[in-house]
């Protein structure tokens, strides 16, 4: 295949992957595998290129967290924290979405998004039955919350654990410089959903008696095997701080985590390595080689300066084009393949418009492809999964009615970072 055919070849079949992905007809991980295939097969990268492509990094991160995560969902302790959020509130139906959203932004900064909407909504759900309340409004305000959360570190949102892995970026880096942005993000959001559903979100002093009737210890399963995971938790947070002065990837970090965390528990393997989501794995190995395969035959590096040409190689324009375009991008498309794309895109454009400090075009590209999510019903994996927990139980959550809520708030967010950016990056 001569050089030219190798171009339009790469391009159409990431063209095509993408289309495949948004329609959703086949499952993601079978169409991201598909396509690795397809580029091994035309020769286009060979079977040891492909292999170098994927970021293991990121793969041993994502395992190693997940392992943690399975174990830790056994003891019920997330159950635990939504009944006392729900008792701290007493009970009002509006304090109660700001409370469980909040634990919600908090625990999605360390645990993956999906995990953490899994844990917190059937606690929601019988909270919202108790108080007799239109559940929908605190099941919106959960995945804005997890999509927030996720964005304030490195471990929080697959994007950011793209990043981190492929710029050598660490876990201190992305709280200093994106967590002051996010909390104020969180409170502009909880402000907006309580003027929008306060009137909706109303309940007797009668109901809310039941909810402090509610029993948090009851949802503690097994305490002994709690403080193991607390105690593992603890442990890998702490090296996620340290990783860089100890100079270990984040990855040695997560996976050591779960190594201790199996000692600990001794449960069998098997169990535990069902809390990972293997179809995710294997759907980032696809991509990898796939942005691989395009980066080999000199695409990424065209549209780079295409994209340098749009902006003149400014750092400030650069930077907003970045924000923006992840923004509205990730709120319709899947924020993975994006960010996988984006990633060689702009160490290209750093190198060929002599911008040599990158890290304002990493956070731009951070907060619009994670924030983005927000945008629509399909912007992010939460969204979905959220939105299909509700189904069966009989609550819809159609595309349109949560983007007429979702969307605003996503271009408020947006708006909020531009500031941020370009008061102390752009």
């Not at 009944?83 to 932004?105: C, H, Y």
């Not at 938790?233 to 100890?246: N, R």
């Not at 549209?303 to 923006?324: D, F, N, Q």
């Not at 959550?397 to 979702?406: E, L, Q, R």
């Amino acid at each position: 295949m001569s050089a030219q055919a190798q171009v339009y070849f790469s391009g159409g079949l990431f063209l095509l992957t993408y289309a495949m992905i948004m329609l959703e007809k086949i499952h993601r991980t079978i169409v991201a595998l598909t396509g690795a295939v397809l580029v091994i097969l035309a020769g286009i990268v060979t079977q040891e290129m492909a292999f170098e492509s994927i970021d293991f990094n990121t793969i041993g991160l994502l395992i190693g967290m997940m392992i943690i995560v399975g174990i830790t969902r056994h003891t019920g302790v997330f159950e635990y924290m939504a009944i006392v959020a729900a008792k701290k509130a007493k009970g009002e139906p509006v304090k109660i979405m700001i409370s469980l959203a909040t634990i919600t932004a908090v625990c999605s900064a360390f645990l993956d998004n999906v995990t953490t909407v899994l844990l917190v909504v059937p606690v929601t759900f019988a909270i919202a039955q108790q108080l007799r309340v239109n559940v929908i409004p605190l099941l919106i305000a959960e995945v804005v919350a997890s999509n927030i959360g996720g964005t304030a570190t490195l471990i929080g949102d697959p994007p950011n654990i793209m990043i981190g892995s492929a710029t050598g970026l660490g876990f201190m880096d992305f709280v200093i410089n994106l967590t002051p942005v996010i909390i104020v993000i969180h409170i502009a959001t909880m402000i907006w959903l309580r003027i929008l559903y306060k009137k909706q979100l109303v309940t007797t002093p009668e109901l809310r008696q039941n909810v402090m009737l509610m029993d948090e210890k009851n949802e503690i399963k097994d305490p002994v095997l709690l403080k193991k995971c607390l105690v593992v938790i603890a442990l890998t947070i702490i090296g996620f701080v340290l990783h860089q002065f100890l100079h270990l990837e984040s990855a040695t970090v997560a996976l050591a985590g779960a190594t201790l965390l199996l000692l600990l528990t001794r449960d069998e393997p098997e169990h535990a390595f069902h809390a990972v989501e293997w179809p995710v794995i294997f759907f980032f190995a696809g991509l990898f080689v796939i942005v691989g395969a395009l980066e080999h035959v000199g695409i990424i590096e065209m549209v780079a300066k295409k994209s340098l040409e749009l902006t003149g190689g400014a750092l400030r324009s650069t930077g907003l084009l970045i924000l923006w375009l992840s923004a509205i991008a990730s709120a319709f498309v899947d924020n993975i393949p994006f960010v996988a794309t984006m990633i060689p895109l702009i160490q290209d454009m750093g190198r060929l418009g002599g911008i040599h400090d990158l890290n304002p075009l990493w956070w731009s590209l951070s907060l619009g492809a994670c924030l983005g999510g927000n945008g629509t019903l399909i912007g992010a994996s939460a969204n979905v999964v959220v939105a299909g927990m509700a189904e069966k139980r009989g609550i819809l959550i159609t595309f349109i009615n949560f983007t007429k809520v979702a969307f605003p708030m996503m271009l408020m967010s947006i708006v909020i970072c531009m500031i941020y950016l370009l008061m102390f990056y752009l």
